[in-house]
């Protein structure tokens, strides 16, 4: 088992109680540490203190714009390197994803599976 | 032929009565003008008129000078005004009491008499009886002017009948709730306007004459309706229409529709007719259906996004679960888990089908197009779907390879689709065959299945929306969408999609997408 400090830490922007917690759970028992940032929460602030290495971001929360928000991490020098993978229940949004220079997208409802390889090619687990 | 002065001026005294007599309102106005004006002319002392149209058998008095001494009798039967009314020729007596074509009773009361048949070439309207109480010679001269007031009569009745046929027509059109234009095709300029116009446009008839059609609407200038009516007046088209707004005279903008027809009539220079509709009601139930179009759109997707969240949570609980019991030896645990995850995997299905129909219906649809093989798409879908299906097994049979141009997700869902109905409407059957073949420049997939078969009848509405077969005896779930989405994904393919099928005996479903000839080089690394 990986130590603390060498595990991961997978930043997930998801209003949806259930479904954070769903992505906490598996993504843990892949050996990765994950922070939630749920509704009302700032979410440059959290990136700012946790310096997560990838982000899981689902487009459509109430009072937060996924889109302008993905733009404006892409856009600092501090935060661009961060992989930022987009959820959506959309399910064609190659577009959108392009436009904000976003690293990958999930469509709900997602496989467990396919979660754990969008964030595994993202960030070998240590 | 030179007349004498007396004679011209007596002639042009017939020509004022033939232009005043144009004003009047009935016949038996203008032929008392004539018979006044006989009188006056022929130093007469009165006379009456015999009225006969060409199709009538009798004569009926139309009028008589006040001072006729006596009541005339109807005329004989092909008597002597008959006589007259056929040859079409004035005929003087001049002295009745030798003549045998005047009544015994009316002798007394005339001493000569003129008859003038009311005559203009082919219209006949009559005779004119100018009576003389003492004897007269007629001279030539006499019946130069008789025959001219005949003429002069007849013409004014036949422009008063034409006049009041005219009058009746364009009143007809006047008083015509629909505005109507009828204006010059260069110039723009408006030559006739009716009531209707009138009143929609708020402006009286006599400003409307001294505007252009540029003037009275916003949505085209000159130049523009020009190009508009370029077509009409190329004779490409015989008609046309055309949206647009006018401003009445409240400042109110009106849409309307304009109706424009090039009307030519020989030798005369062709006109424009233009009938003006109020299209406010029309435009108003229209932008009320777009947006409800618009509303049933937004609801569908949010209902299925609101949809798609839950499921999320749902599958992957199910599918945590899932892991935990493969370790687990409780099978019963296990089997209840498979069947939420299938249970939750159609689900998907229904969401995004919902998903789907709103973006046919907004054309939104859209495709992520790649070069793949059609083979693999078939093997793997094919293998899916066995291992969800309990009691039947799928037959495969690939007979080549198809390099495809399209969507493979969309194509497999087609494949899933059909496969999944196969399998849903054959519930006493056992197996399912889906062959892969060419058809001409096409690859052609087909699902055959041995189940309840479609009606002749339905299988034309199979592929239309909310379409499910059989809703009577058995039913089946689903929401009858998924062929309709189907075809519209093969059509985007430039595919078709068909059904043949026997009621009992089973169903082939088929498609077809084109191939590439070759696969391409991008490929080969």
């Not at chain 2, 003038?116 to 003389?132: A, S």
């Not at chain 2, 994904?489 to 000839?517: A, D, E, L």
Request: charged share 30%; hydrophobic share 40%.
């Amino acid at each position: 088992m990986p130590t603390q400090k060498t595990k991961k830490l997978v930043l997930v922007v998801e209003d949806d109680s259930s479904i954070a917690e769903l992505i906490q759970i598996v993504l843990q028992k892949h050996g990765y540490k994950v922070k939630i940032c749920g509704q009302g929460l700032k979410v440059e602030e959290m990136v700012r203190t946790y310096q997560p290495t990838i982000i899981l971001m689902d487009l459509w929360i109430p009072g937060i714009d996924g889109v302008k928000l993905t733009k404006k991490l892409k856009s600092k020098t501090r935060t661009k390197t961060i992989p930022i993978i987009l959820i959506s229940a959309q399910n064609y949004l190659s577009k959108v994803v392009r436009s904000v220079k976003a690293d990958g997208f999930l469509p709900k409802p997602f496989d467990l599976d396919e979660l754990v390889k969008i964030v595994n090619k993202y960030c070998k687990p240590a | 032929m030179i007349y004498s002065t007396s004679l011209q001026k007596k002639l042009a005294l017939l020509n004022q009565v033939i232009l005043d007599s144009v004003k009047f309102q009935s016949k038996k106005a203008i032929f008392s003008s004539f018979i006044k004006a006989g009188i006056k002319l022929l130093k007469a002392d009165y006379g009456f008129i015999w009225f006969r149209t060409k199709k009538a058998s009798a004569f009926t008095q139309l009028y008589k000078s006040s001072n006729t001494p006596y009541r005339p009798l109807p005329p004989r039967k092909k008597g002597f005004m008959e006589k007259v009314f056929q040859m079409r020729a004035v005929k003087f007596i001049g002295d009745s009491t030798k003549s045998k074509l005047i009544r015994d009773d009316a002798k007394k009361y005339m001493k000569s008499v003129a008859v003038i048949p009311i005559i203009y070439k082919r219209e006949r309207y009559g005779n004119l009886v100018i009576c003389f109480q003492r004897h007269r010679i007629f001279s030539a001269e006499d019946k130069i002017l008789c025959a001219f007031i005949g003429n002069s009569a007849s013409r004014s009745i036949t422009i008063h009948n034409l006049y009041f046929r005219l009058k009746d027509f364009k009143d007809t059109l006047d008083k015509t709730l629909d505005s109507m234009f009828i204006f010059d095709p260069l110039t723009l300029k408006i030559e006739y306007a009716n009531d209707g116009a009138s009143d929609q446009l708020g402006l009286p008839r006599e400003q409307l004459y001294r505007r252009t059609m540029v003037e009275i609407q916003e949505s085209y200038k000159h130049e523009e309706f020009k190009a508009l009516l370029a077509p009409l007046l190329m004779q490409e088209e015989k008609f046309l229409t055309a949206e647009g707004t006018i401003k009445n005279s409240r400042g109110r903008h009106i849409p309307i529709e304009m109706f424009l027809q090039y009307i030519r009539t020989p030798g005369r220079p062709g006109k424009i007719l233009s009938i003006i509709q109020d299209i406010t009601e029309r435009k108003r139930v229209e932008q009320e259906s777009q947006q409800l179009l618009k509303q049933k759109d937004e609801f569908l997707s949010i209902a299925s996004h609101e949809l798609k969240t839950p499921i999320t949570t749902i599958k992957g609980f199910a599918q945590l679960l899932q892991a935990n019991s493969s370790f687990s030896k409780n099978n019963v645990q296990k089997y209840f888990v498979e069947k939420i995850n299938t249970q939750v995997g159609i689900l998907t299905r229904l969401v995004n089908d919902l998903l789907d129909i709103s973006r046919i219906e907004t054309g939104k649809l859209k495709f992520r197009r790649r070069i793949f093989e059609l083979s693999r798409l078939v093997e793997s879908v094919t293998d899916n779907m066995q291992m969800n299906a309990a009691k039947h097994r799928i037959i495969l049979k690939l007979k080549g390879q198809f390099w495809i141009f399209g969507d493979a997700d969309r194509i497999g869902q087609v494949l899933i689709n059909l496969i999944g109905n196969a399998i849903k409407y054959s519930p006493r059957a056992r197996r399912v065959i889906v062959t892969l073949s060419q058809y001409e420049r096409f690859a052609k997939v087909s699902v055959e299945d041995f189940g309840i078969g479609v009606d002749k009848k339905k299988q034309q509405k199979i592929f239309e929306r909310f379409f499910q077969g059989k809703r009577d005896a058995e039913t089946y779930p689903g929401l009858g969408l998924g062929l309709y989405i189907s075809a519209n994904i093969i059509k985007s393919h430039k595919g078709k999609i068909f059904c043949q099928s026997k009621k009992t005996k089973g169903t082939i479903f088929s498609f077809t997408v084109p191939y590439k000839r070759c696969r391409l080089k991008k490929r080969k690394n």
